[in-house]
């Protein structure tokens, strides 16, 4: 199928957002923004789940219940997501890097589901990763489905409301291009918070 020249852009802003965040948190290197590579460590898993200042919602194992001011813990498997029923705690708490990079993949995991796949998956359903390395290979892998729901839309599509059946979100009322639009500005925003909090962790002292 060939490419709508309007998504083009929108697919090729989503592929260099989605490198670069994967660079930033597995290493080697990450381009600088002018093509001078700069080293990275990879990511271990206390800087995945630590906690730069009290009340942090995070990724917690099911048995030890969710975090301050969280009702439940949202994800299938071991691990759960910090999360309440709407409406949300005002104002919003301070979430760590692995409470997000899950988010991430929650969510383009199901979008592409509810895009071009069984439109079933939830958010219950989702397993949320403990540890550095599975979080990581999860949101590779989400990344990747998201991609292939949006090469296999054509221009009519684009302008169909509700292509995307996506229940957590605004979709059934959004022209799938709008949709596209709002996935890219979660990836670059989401994706700024996670290198800031590996800057922050490189620079914090920690007793």
């Not at 989605?18 to 093509?35: E, I, K, M, Q």
């Not at 990879?42 to 099911?62: A, F, I, K, Q």
């Not at 509700?162 to 059934?172: F, I, L, M, R, V």
Request: aromatic share 10%; with cysteine; net charge negative.
């Amino acid at each position: 199928m060939t490419l709508p020249p309007r998504l083009a852009p929108l697919l090729e802003e989503f592929d260099f957002a989605r490198t670069r965040l994967t660079d930033r948190l597995a290493g080697p290197a990450v381009d600088s923004g002018n093509g001078t590579p700069v080293a990275v460590e990879p990511l271990t898993d206390e800087e995945y789940r630590w906690e730069p200042v009290p009340g942090c919602w995070s990724v917690r194992r099911h048995a030890e219940g969710p975090g301050e001011r969280a009702t439940l813990l949202i994800g299938a498997g071991e691990w759960g997501r910090d999360a309440t029923e709407w409406p949300h705690p005002e104002p919003p708490p301070f979430t760590t890097l692995a409470w997000r990079l899950n988010h991430l993949g929650e969510m383009l995991t199901l979008r592409a589901d509810h895009t071009h796949g069984t439109r079933s998956l939830t958010r219950e359903a989702y397993p949320v990763c403990g540890d550095a390395q599975s979080a990581i290979a999860g949101f590779d892998a989400a990344a990747t489905a998201w991609r292939e729901a949006l090469l296999a839309a054509d221009d009519t599509v684009l302008d169909t409301v509700g292509h995307s059946a996506y229940p957590y979100g605004g979709d059934a009322e959004e022209a799938f291009l709008d949709v596209v639009w709002w996935v890219n500005q979660e990836l670059l925003h989401h994706g700024a918070e996670i290198a800031l909090l590996r800057d922050l962790y490189r620079w914090s002292p920690r007793g």
